[in-house]
């Protein structure tokens, strides 16, 4: 039998981009959790969606080229697990220099931080870790300040280089750089000394 809630999920998650990770919580204003999750595991089972961990789901998209489906984006699949426990994350080591054009190499394994507890998912060849973090580096902060501040850490204090400060100074926007020194005040004092020469500069 057809779930009733079933066609409403069915359409939203029409709406959604290929390869969006969603759970339950992303439905929760329209039903209460057990019919969405029955929904969610028939839609599942139909092959409309694609179970990628436990009460986490994508969007499939399918290659023409490949002529196999796509693996999860892990990103996505990540900030699914972040809604579904409400936690605020942002990435970290290789990740973070990464994303910051401080790093071109190719990470293996995925490291995020979180107010959440200590957690590790293995979602196809990757392991997905994350990192329980200090409030001083992520409470009341923003995406942008948690991923300097992380890129910062993983290079390390011995280690940073004047071509590390020039190439952040050059990527932020001066409306970010006041953000992130405001918000980072209560971090590590090296690490914040770091930070008042990317936005000097």
Known sequence: ????FQTEIEKRIESFDPRYAFSAVDFSDMAGTDPINKALSRLCEAGTIRRVLKGIYDKPSYSEFLGEYLPPNIEKVVEAIARKYNWTVAPSGEIALNKLHLSTQVPVNYSYVSDGPYRKYKIGN????????????ISGKSYITIIVIQAIKSIGKDRIQPKDISILSDLLPEEEKKKILREAMTTTPWIYGVIKEVCKK
């Not at 039998?1 to 009733?4: G, L, N, P, Q, S």
């Open 126 to 137: 990757y392991l997905v870790e994350f990192k329980h973090c200090a409030n001083k580096e």
């Open 1 to 4: 039998m057809r779930d009733k």
